[in-house]
């Protein structure tokens, strides 16, 4: 059973059918952009709906799981937290961008902001690139 007692191959349909259907796009900035469509998703204190399990981001940070462990076990995570907050990711997905900001020091892509990045592709986001501050 899923969420809430649904049998889990309804939710994964239920998902399946999200697939490709918005059309916001996607960019990251420094943790110090500010305008209004900031969505934070550091570890402490940002939007709860795209943080990583913190045990998840701490074995993959420190070397005790691999990449693809670490984003199968994410993906798992967004694709719940997409079916439990539904009316959540719908306000997210319909804007026309998000500007993902992240608090972490990771270089390049090992910030866990490009793992959304590639949850949010499946379901029709488009990446856009970086923005500096504003």
Known sequence: ??????????????????KGK??????IAPESYEGEDRIDVSTYGGQSILVPPRQLLFDYKFGNITKELFQKGYFEYLEQSYIDHRHIWDTLLNRDRMILVCTCRARG???HRYFIIEFLKKLGGKYKGELQEK
């Open 22 to 27: 918005y059309k916001v796009h996607v960019y």
């Open 109 to 111: 892509k090992d910030c």
């Open 1 to 18: 059973m899923g969420a809430g007692g649904i049998p889990l191959h309804i939710e994964k349909e239920f998902f399946g059918r999200a």
